[in-house]
């Protein structure tokens, strides 16, 4: 069979099968577990509808505990354990005082904080800036357009686009890097090898990041910004505000929630930041983070307690901010 | 003493389509200037353009004789209130009322002595640390208000203040209203809306607006019993004036004007004999008819009766003409259906139009 003929049949045949459930199901509910019939129809419809939602969710709940509780308590039993040819061996906490110990994990751990502080800050920054501005002009959807394109660009893709700009040749030949290029326009000695340079190859990296996250800030944000109710923002014109203050004292605190969603939402990605370190420069020159350092222990140094162990720390991490911003986009949506 | 002017005000969008033109006013100190009219008459607009929210497209605005185009909204001394109330959400009452205080750089002290006499009067001392959303929609519209007051502005704005309000608190934010503009007699206050009972009210003159332009400026009663115009004549009053077709059939210190019936309406409005043989619109208010048994000026079956106790509307079917025709009669009077009734009119109440104008 042809393949593209396969793949339709097969995309068919699964939400078929996805729509037949719950037409079924809920046909069974009602027809043939608890009938709308009969001396007990009362009760019985009263029971389907409170059966009913879940039913309903239990597809959703099932790929959920498969696919995300049972990894989570897995990775958990993982870190505690040591893998062996004939079996896997308790070892406690052994892994994690491995892990304490490696100078690597730490370099790991002060890189994510240094994401943490930098990304989400001016990420939401300029995609806030970005909002305010091109909502004024003509052409502003046209360059929402520009800004937001790359986020539609996989993390890899843009990796590789500005391991292109950030790129070195020597100094006799034409600098393909846009970087170099500018360096040596406005008087640098030698073309550089930017993403080898401690401390600022983190940044280096960091930017890419930036230019990705600030569309989706400013996306959310200028719907934010657009449901400001504009009464509120004439009336501060009458009371005599100026730009700035109508800017920082009535439009930036009526969307602070917004904010604060979009700033916890990138600090998550942030955390879990993994394809533009291994691309670019995979964790050397100083620029390892947590993910990419499970990934070395996991995957290249086959160290299942180690690897396990870092994930488990990743997600402590992330955890609390994002019951954090669970809770506060339910509050948000009421 | 603030006197606003309106020299030949026009205002039309960016692709031409005209929303005001040739809006001339004088308001004195102190007035308080009702614009009325339907929807989408450009009423808000004008109300706008005065605060400096909306450019004037042409002609002139002078605030106590300055030359107000391009001054910017808080410059011109003025303070508008709402129909959305406009609340700064994410600030407490008692910060919404000095906001603008604060922008100006007031002192701390005058700011709370203004803040608290504001909420003083009106009763807002309990919920000065509350925010917007934690309270209701009357309360809100006078946060609204007392923001406006805490700045001392030498003209008020209200742009339909109370539309978002139900019935009762319609009524009573009306009261309010009215009492602070008593209790400020030197300022000016310019109000915005649709509803003919505010504007009757409140207005020590009402400004009808509609097609675009100025249709007649007066004092509610002047507008009530000397209307300019058919709109403004059906637009006051409600329900509205009945209008019947005719000919004027003799001038003179009296018109008669023959209706399609062969009705005599006499009118004591003075014509000349160049009148004579015009055709025109008589105009009778609903209230202005009354049974009688003689010489009648109209004659309908009444189709409808809606008995409010106080009175009684007739809704009339008349024989030669389809125009829906109302009459609004003392006490109650049920048993009128459908039957064959006889109306008359004072000649002091019969208005003439000739070409939609009034020939007063």
């Known amino acids: ?334 | 003493m603030t006197q606003l002017k309106l020299i030949s005000l026009e205002k039309s969008y960016n692709n031409g389509t005209p929303v005001l033109k040739n809006v001339s006013l004088d308001i004195q100190s102190g007035e308080l200037i009702v614009f009325v009219g339907p929807s989408g008459c450009g009423k808000s607009t004008l109300l706008r353009m005065i605060a400096g929210l909306e450019q004037i497209t042409d002609g002139t605005l002078e605030i106590d004789g300055q030359y107000m185009n391009d001054m910017p909204a808080s410059k011109r001394g003025i303070a508008m209130v709402f129909q959305s109330y406009a609340l700064y959400p994410h600030l407490t009452v008692r910060d919404n009322m000095s906001f603008a205080l604060k922008i100006a750089k007031y002192k701390q002290s005058d700011i709370d002595a203004a803040v608290s006499k504001a909420a003083k009067a009106l009763k807002l001392e309990d919920y000065l640390d509350r925010l917007p959303k934690e309270l209701s929609g009357g309360q809100r519209q006078r946060v609204a208000i007392g923001r406006a007051i805490v700045r001392d502005p030498k003209v008020f704005l209200f742009d339909e203040p109370l539309s978002n309000l139900d019935a009762a608190l319609r009524v009573e934010t009306r009261i309010e209203i009215a009492r602070l503009k008593e209790s400020m007699p030197d300022r000016t206050m310019i109000y915005v809306t649709h509803d003919q009972v505010e504007a009757m009210t409140l207005a020590s003159r009402i400004v009808v607006l509609a097609n675009n332009t100025v249709e007649q400026v007066g004092t509610p009663l002047d507008l009530y019993d000397n209307p300019d115009n058919e709109f403004v004549a059906q637009f006051i009053g409600s329900p509205a004036m009945n209008l019947l077709p005719g000919e004027i059939v003799a001038t003179g210190k009296q018109t008669k004007v023959k209706l399609s019936d062969n009705c005599v309406a006499v009118s004591n409005i003075v014509t000349s004999e160049s009148d004579l043989g015009k055709q025109v619109n008589v105009g009778i208010r609903p209230e202005d008819l009354s049974l009688t048994e003689d010489d009648h000026v109209l004659e309908a079956v009444v189709d409808i009766t809606e008995a409010l106790g106080e009175y009684t509307l007739l809704y009339l079917k008349h024989v030669s003409h389809a125009a829906n025709l109302v009459a609004k009669v003392p006490g109650t009077h049920k048993s009128l259906r459908n039957k064959l009734i006889k109306f008359i009119a004072k000649p002091s109440k019969i208005h003439i139009f000739h070409d939609g104008i009034s020939m007063r």
């Open chain 1, 1 to 334: 069979m042809h393949p593209a003929l396969q793949g339709l049949l097969t995309i068919t045949s699964v939400v078929a099968v996805c729509l037949s459930y719950y037409y079924l199901s809920n046909w069974f509910l009602d027809n043939v577990f608890l009938p709308a019939r009969g001396k007990y129809s009362n009760r019985n419809i009263n029971l389907a509808n409170q059966i009913r939602p879940w039913l309903f969710m239990f597809p959703a709940l099932l790929i959920l505990l498969v696919y995300l509780a049972y990894p989570v308590l897995e990775t958990l039993r993982l870190s505690l354990t040591e893998r062996h040819a004939y079996g896997d061996e308790w070892v406690g906490l052994a892994n994690y005082a491995q892990m304490i110990k490696d100078q690597k994990f730490w370099e790991a751990v002060s890189n994510n904080m240094m994401w943490l502080a930098i990304v989400p800050a001016l990420s939401t920054g300029f995609g806030l800036l970005a909002a305010h501005l091109t909502d004024r002009i003509g052409w502003g959807n046209a360059a929402k357009s520009i800004i937001f394109m790359p986020m539609a660009i996989s993390f890899v893709g843009a990796a590789v686009i500005w391991k292109l700009v950030y790129d070195a040749r020597p100094i006799d030949q034409d600098q393909i890097g846009l970087l170099n290029a500018l360096y040596l326009f406005f008087g640098g000695d030698a073309p550089q090898t930017w993403i080898t340079k401690p401390f600022w190859n983190n940044l280096l990296l960091m930017v890419v990041l930036i230019w990705i996250q600030t569309g989706f800030a400013m996306v959310i944000l200028s719907a934010a910004l657009r449901n400001i109710p504009e009464e509120t923002i004439e009336a501060a014109i009458l009371d005599g505000s100026n730009p700035w203050q109508l800017f920082f004292r009535i439009k930036v605190p009526q969307i602070k929630g917004t904010i604060l969603v979009v700033w916890t939402t990138i600090t998550i990605t942030v955390l879990k930041v993994f394809d533009i370190v291994f691309a670019m420069t995979n964790g050397h020159w100083n620029t390892q983070v947590l993910a990419n350092y499970m990934f070395d222990k996991l995957f290249r140094a086959n160290d299942w307690g180690v690897g396990s162990a870092s994930v488990m720390v990743l997600m402590l991490l992330v955890t609390p901010i994002l019951v954090w911003n669970v809770n506060n986009a339910r509050k948000e949506s009421q």
